[in-house]
């Protein structure tokens, strides 16, 4: 099983830029497919990034061109760059493994990105 911990969340101003790092302990990370999904206040948990095992990307039409996933197998991390924030992307982001389109690991605690107006 894959134990998760996000950083990198904080407080950054509109259109302003934040990395997000999940790293990944445990067995399985390099066959798995990763995900970076937030949640905001109120709302449903929703993916925004996913990258596959030999890197093909998708993203959510919301943050498609502001976003990008990447991940490194040798150090069983994924990283999301997030450029241009708005404030709807204020939320809590958290990574996963997907597997049939699902999240399959333990979620961690998330790291929290606010984007002031």
């Known amino acids: 099983q894959v134990q998760l911990v996000e950083s990198g969340g904080g407080l950054v101003q509109v259109g302003g830029s934040l990395r997000l790092s999940c790293t990944a302990s445990g067995r399985g990370f390099s066959i798995n497919a990763m995900g970076w999904y937030r949640q905001a206040p109120g709302q449903q948990r929703e993916l925004v990034a996913s990258i596959g095992t030999i890197s093909i990307t998708k993203y959510a039409d919301s943050v498609k061109g502001r976003f990008t996933i990447s991940r490194d197998n040798v150090k069983n991390t994924v990283l999301l760059q997030m450029n241009s924030l708005k404030p709807e992307d204020t939320a809590v982001y958290y990574c996963?493994?997907?597997?049939?389109?699902?999240?399959?690991?333990?979620w961690g605690q998330g790291t929290q990105v606010t984007v002031s107006s």
């Open positions: 996963n493994t997907i597997r049939d389109g699902r999240a399959t690991s333990p």
